[in-house]
């Protein structure tokens, strides 16, 4: 530019008062939208765990690797006073196969979990699983925890 001044586009004053024209930024502030993405991200890491299957138990541990299938399997759980839930639902032993089946569709290929507390008499577990396996459901397993893991199944 002329005489080394810096001025608006096109080399002369704008205005009366001789005051540059002002020129709105036009790149997009992505700090705001990071920080909430971050934010979110924690939000979602704290929270996952406490979505899993919400009666407590103590499970024993195995060294017995785990298996992974994309499926979402049915769980059944048996606490330490030997009541039997399906999911979070409590249920008594005699209406648990018409359940099942209500709720699988009468399916047998249903992958069906079976977790029973460390405390409990290895006969309740094996009551619930062979109940379950007379009933037709092909796909029943226990589960167990892993040594340095939360949980894992233990066999089918």
Request: no cysteine; hydrophobic share 45%; aromatic share 4%.
């Amino acid at each position: 530019m002329a005489g080394g001044m810096l001025g608006p586009p096109g080399g002369g004053r704008s205005g009366i008062s001789g005051r540059s024209r002002y020129r709105p930024m036009a790149d997009i502030n992505v700090t705001p939208f990071v920080d909430v993405m971050l934010v979110l991200l924690i939000v979602f890491m704290v929270t996952a765990p406490l979505l899993t299957v919400g009666v407590p138990v103590d499970l024993p541990e195995t060294k017995a690797a785990s298996l992974n299938d994309a499926d979402e399997p049915l769980v059944l759980t048996v606490d330490r006073d030997g009541k039997v839930y399906i999911q979070e639902t409590g249920i008594e032993l005699e209406n648990l196969v018409p359940r099942l089946r209500a709720v699988t569709g009468n399916n047998p290929d249903v992958r069906i979990f079976v977790r029973g507390d460390s405390r409990i008499a290895y006969g309740r577990v094996m009551e619930i699983m062979g109940t379950v396996s007379a009933a037709g459901f092909n796909k029943v397993a226990l589960l167990a925890k892993l040594p340095g893991q939360e949980e894992g199944v233990a066999g089918q």
